[in-house]
């Protein structure tokens, strides 16, 4: 049984590389130059009437535009990776200090912890720069895939559909395999009886620390990177002079282009790799006893459960490339709808398959309230993974109805348009507050439900749960922003709007779906910040041998009401910095901009004769996204250190807790009201001028470009980041629960 559950997990980690490789190849099979000189006759039609470019011309200009987003791109990432690198090493010594003091210097434990963390941190770089190696080299093939017909729809949406499986498997085998291998060497080397399984599993939380650490710089720096193009360029281009969207002569595009990859790409990849681990690492904290009754089988059950979900995701994938392709515009939002709602579906069957063939037939957990033992069964394990799975999914269909232009609440979002920016951004704000109901309700029960059955236990396996499909999930959070840069391309090298129509479908689709993706991310970080506040106060409570927390945390003591009220602040003064960060950056770019445009006015020409100086905006962005990501990092990562080193374990409590609920309101709120807007803005677009909404140009077009324009850092900056708020801030405090209670028996320096 032991040996099937490790074959499981690594023949599942093994295959989602190779699947990856598979799909990496089939995207390398489309090249620029067989797309334009195999098919004169369907290359022709990519070109704009009376285009008199030849093929090599063509060829050029794309090689040249792809070219310039690559170097972008490679030369941020390379930047905030010496800046990320620079801190791991730090932080990496700082959890081997502040461990060994919370054990008495057990040097062997703050060694392991300190080496955990550093893995999970690299593994989390190397996943966000395979992720943007990826997208950026898919995004020119997309372009030149958008034919005319059926077999176009066909071929541009599978190309960014498998350059987001890359992605997607890549991360999933990469993070499970590291993850498992570490286990085992901890197993091999150190732990080696049953009895010793508890302190292994305090060990592994590092690796959810690092992948959480790498995901807070990776999501706010590339999110202020890419907002500050973003909204620098709508801002000149679109709304003073009337530009195109991506047009060449925007000296902002490439920039706009570069953060697609550098923030939806390898931020989002970092995130959600951040929520895998530190969702296993509480399962496995808090479920340690398992390894007593049921052996190392059974401790394995939360890393079972995502190596399942890899073949389900794996089969599911055919679905959109194979068994139902994308024949037309209509085909798009329907196939990648229908990934999360399959994979969901052949989830439940395969999750109570592994439950009854991996968990003993009856096993105890302890209760997080009270001394008693909780008696739990398969069946309890996979109502709770089933549970955060479907609701998972409703999160995901509530931020498709609020989101999308498909249906009524976008719909009037775009007709507020009509009377001008001020009532779209009072109608797209209070969007965002009413579609956070639904969601917070879904989570309500699912807590109720899994705590009911399985304690906290089972918390942390409906957070497993709803990441059960990460596979898919990160497939279609990548296809976005390779779509999106797929219509940048083509309007930047002048191709036929046809091409561009094509892209911007499928980029539409694109983003109702990552706004799915975000749903589905802002839950799982809610269910993995509750489930590591648990394992919290269950490290507290074996820290302090039951003089703690025994009997749960009275909330109304009054250290933790205080720091209650501060957590609660946290979420707002993090969003604060991050949107004020973009604002700043978003300055220089329309300073830079229009500087170009007063200095050289021939480049709004309709065909200029010089080209804008690209590389300027590239550095303002690169230089701001670093300079500005420092302090709200900072901010997250030492608010809980520094809280439970003066003030104790009490004030910890109250601090995750209050953090936990603000931060779930807010990002819900925040990134459904930027999305909405963003769904709004091209909802208008599609409109034809003699219409009610006037379409491209006009006034309504304006007001909802302004929506669009606040609700950038909405969707992309501040609301994705406040799930790494919840999630590290939690995950930090579980690290540290021994030398947070060391400190005066939890009480602090202040001894409160």
């Known amino acids: 049984m032991e040996l099937t559950a490790e074959i499981l997990i690594c023949v599942s980690g093994i295959v989602a590389l190779i699947w990856a490789a598979i799909n990496f190849m089939l995207v390398k099979k489309v090249t620029i130059e067989g797309a334009i000189k195999a098919k004169p006759g369907e290359m022709s039609s990519l070109l704009g009437e009376g285009d008199g470019r030849s093929p090599d011309e063509i060829v050029a200009r794309l090689t040249e535009i792809y070219e310039a987003i690559y170097v972008g791109a490679e030369s941020f990432l390379a930047a905030e990776y010496k800046v990320c690198t620079q801190f791991v090493i730090c932080f990496t010594v700082l959890v081997f200090v502040l461990v060994g003091l919370g054990t008495a210097w057990d040097y062997t434990r703050a060694s392991l912890t300190a080496v955990s963390y550093a893995l999970g941190a690299f593994t989390s770089m190397g996943s966000g720069y395979l992720g943007m190696k990826v997208a950026v080299y898919s995004n020119v093939r997309t372009t030149v895939s958008a034919t005319p017909g059926p077999k176009g729809w066909t071929d541009c949406f599978n190309v960014a559909f498998r350059a987001g499986a890359v992605m997607g498997f890549a991360l999933c085998g990469l993070g499970l395999l590291v993850l498992y291998a570490t286990m085992f060497a901890f197993k091999f080397f150190v732990y080696k009886e049953a009895a010793d399984w508890d302190t292994l599993t305090e060990c592994i939380t590092g690796y959810g620390l690092g992948g959480s650490c790498i995901a807070m710089f990776g999501r706010v720096g590339g999110g202020i990177y890419t907002k500050a193009a973003d909204v620098g360029a709508d801002l000149v281009g679109k709304v003073v002079h009337g530009i195109p969207e991506d047009d060449p002569r925007n000296p902002a595009t490439i920039a706009d282009n570069v953060g697609d990859n550098v923030g939806d790409v390898a931020g989002m990849g970092a995130d959600l790799f951040g929520s895998f681990a530190e969702s296993t690492c509480a399962a496995l904290v808090i479920g340690s006893s398992l390894g007593v009754e049921g052996g190392w089988s059974a401790l394995l059950y939360p890393l079972v459960i995502s190596s399942v979900g890899i073949f389900v995701c794996l089969a599911v994938s055919f679905l959109a490339t194979h068994i139902m392709p994308v024949r037309k515009e209509a085909n798009v939002e329907t196939a990648l709808k229908l990934q999360l709602i399959a994979s969901t579906v052949l989830m439940l069957p395969a999750v109570y398959f592994a439950s009854v063939s991996y968990l003993p037939e009856t096993f105890e957990i302890r209760a997080a309230v009270g001394n008693e033992m909780i008696q739990l069964h398969p069946w309890s394990a996979f109502v709770c993974v089933g549970a955060g799975a479907v609701g998972g999914l409703i999160i995901g269909l509530i931020t498709e109805y609020y989101t999308s232009h498909s249906y009524a609440p976008v719909r009037e979002l775009a007709d507020s348009c009509k009377t001008g920016a001020a009532t779209n951004m009072i109608y797209g704000i209070a969007l965002g507050y009413k579609s956070a109901i639904i969601p917070v309700l879904v989570l309500a029960s699912i807590v109720y439900g899994s705590f009911a059955l399985c304690d906290l236990f089972g918390v942390a396996l409906a957070a497993i749960g709803m990441l059960s499909n990460l596979a898919t999930g990160l497939t279609i959070?990548?296809?976005?922003?390779?779509?999106?840069?797929?219509?940048?391309?083509?309007?930047?090298?002048?191709?036929?709007?046809?091409?561009?129509?094509?892209?911007?479908?499928?980029?539409?689709?694109?983003?109702?779906?990552?706004?799915?993706?975000?749903?589905?991310?802002?839950?799982?970080?809610?269910?993995?910040?509750?489930?590591?506040?648990?394992?919290?106060?269950?490290?507290?409570?074996?820290?302090?041998?039951?003089?703690?927390?025994?009997?749960?945390?009275?909330?109304?003591?009054?250290?933790?009401?205080?720091?209650?009220?501060?957590?609660?602040?946290?979420?707002?003064?993090?969003?604060?910095?991050?949107?004020?960060?973009?604002?700043?950056?978003?300055?220089?770019?329309?300073?830079?901009?229009?500087?170009?445009?007063?200095?050289?006015?021939?480049?709004?020409?309709?065909?200029?004769?010089?080209?804008?100086?690209?590389?300027?905006?590239?550095?303002?962005?690169?230089?701001?996204?670093?300079?500005?990501?420092?302090?709200?990092?900072?901010?997250?990562?030492?608010?809980?250190?520094?809280?439970?080193?003066?003030?104790?374990?009490?004030?910890?409590c109250g601090l995750l807790v209050g953090s936990l609920v603000a931060s779930v309101q807010l990002a819900i709120s925040m990134s459904n009201s930027g999305g909405a807007w963003d769904n709004a803005k091209k909802y208008v677009e599609r409109a034809s001028p003699d219409s009610d909404l006037k379409g491209k140009g006009s006034d309504i077009h304006k007001a909802a470009v302004v929506g669009d324009t606040v609700g950038d850092p909405f969707k992309d900056t501040s609301g994705p980041a406040l799930n790494i708020v919840m999630k590290l801030m939690a995950v930090l405090s579980l690290v540290f629960a021994d030398t947070f209670y060391a400190i005066n028996a939890g009480r602090g320096l202040f001894n409160l």
């Not at 911007?504 to 975000?518: E, M, Q, V, Y």
């Not at 809980?640 to 003066?646: D, S």
Request: hydrophobic share 50%; proline share 5%; aromatic share 8%.
């Open 477 to 652: 959070d990548v296809y976005g922003p390779v779509c999106d840069n797929a219509g940048g391309i083509a309007e930047m090298a002048e191709l036929d709007p046809m091409v561009r129509e094509k892209t911007d479908a499928l980029d539409a689709a694109g983003n109702t779906t990552a706004a799915i993706g975000k749903g589905f991310a802002i839950g799982s970080a809610a269910l993995v910040s509750l489930a590591l506040f648990g394992a919290f106060v269950t490290r507290i409570r074996l820290s302090s041998d039951d003089m703690k927390f025994s009997n749960g945390v009275n909330m109304l003591e009054p250290i933790t009401f205080a720091f209650l009220l501060i957590g609660g602040m946290i979420p707002f003064a993090f969003a604060a910095m991050t949107m004020k960060s973009v604002g700043l950056a978003a300055m220089e770019m329309v300073y830079e901009v229009q500087r170009q445009f007063d200095e050289k006015p021939h480049l709004l020409d309709a065909n200029p004769s010089e080209k804008p100086d690209y590389d300027a905006c590239i550095a303002i962005s690169t230089k701001a996204s670093l300079r500005e990501m420092i302090a709200p990092g900072a901010m997250v990562i030492f608010t809980p250190l520094i809280t439970g080193i003066l003030f104790g374990v009490n004030a910890v």
